[in-house]
């Protein structure tokens, strides 16, 4: 899959992305991460990306034309699947989504900044609009280091032991069930003794329950849907 961001602060887009899985997942090969730095395609010598908001009000507005620009200029060479705007009014980021965005091999994904960006972008390119939650972030590159890094380590092959994001919370609608390793005890409290009998169908029947359990008391929601 290859991912293109276009941002005006690719600097915060480096670190998320250089370590534990999201490298692997870049240094086989199945991920490419690539940032574009959105003032490439400002406006003039002052490389203009921004401007006040027609109609008054207080706090600028990307433009459109250094938008509209970028993106053609991807566009001319890659076809995409998705154009995803980071925006809290989007679309509710959840497991699903990830699941599903997985699937694609495309993607362009726009953080905005200030005010937010001209909306005639969003009617023209934009197909997808995603919110990480009900907060209001500086600008969408946290969002969007949020949204690869819950798409890359879906793609097949990234992760070491296959099996190991199907245990994931969520991944079923649930939460996952507790986890211990050694010692089998410390601070008075011992490990679950059906965790060291070794006998795997109590301890996915053990796992399954404690998953309820949890779920039912974290997030009663998730049970409802
Ligand atoms: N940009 C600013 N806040 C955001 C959020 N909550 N989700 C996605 N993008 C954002």
Redesign the pocket.
């Known amino acids: 899959m290859t991912i293109d961001i276009i941002t005006l602060l690719p600097e915060l887009l480096t670190s998320p992305f250089q370590h534990s899985i999201m490298q692997r997942a870049q240094q086989k090969g199945h991920l490419e991460i690539r940032t574009h730095q959105l003032r490439d395609w400002g406006i003039g010598k002052s490389r203009q990306v921004d401007d006040y908001q027609y109609g008054g009000g207080a706090g600028m507005v990307i433009m459109a034309e250094p938008l509209s620009k970028c993106i053609e200029e991807l566009k001319s060479k890659t076809t995409y699947d998705e154009i995803i705007f980071?925006?809290?009014d989007?679309e509710r980021h959840n497991q699903g989504l990830a699941n599903r965005l997985s699937l694609n091999k495309n993607l362009i994904l726009i953080c905005?900044h200030y005010k937010g960006i001209d909306q005639r972008i969003r009617d023209h390119y934009v197909t997808l609009e995603?919110?990480?939650?009900d907060?209001?972030?500086s600008?969408?590159e946290l969002?969007a280091a949020v949204l690869v890094d819950s798409i890359g380590r879906l793609l097949p092959g990234v992760l070491n032991d296959e099996t190991s994001a199907l245990f994931d919370s969520f991944q079923d609608g649930i939460l996952a069930p507790p986890v211990y390793t050694r010692p089998a005890e410390i601070l008075g409290r011992a490990v679950p003794p059906v965790l060291l009998s070794g006998h795997d169908k109590k301890i996915q029947e053990w796992r399954q329950e404690k998953s309820y359990e949890s779920t039912k008391q974290r997030r009663p929601d998730l049970l409802d849907s």
């Open positions: 980071l925006t809290p989007g905005g995603i919110s990480i939650g907060y209001v972030l600008g969408g969002a």
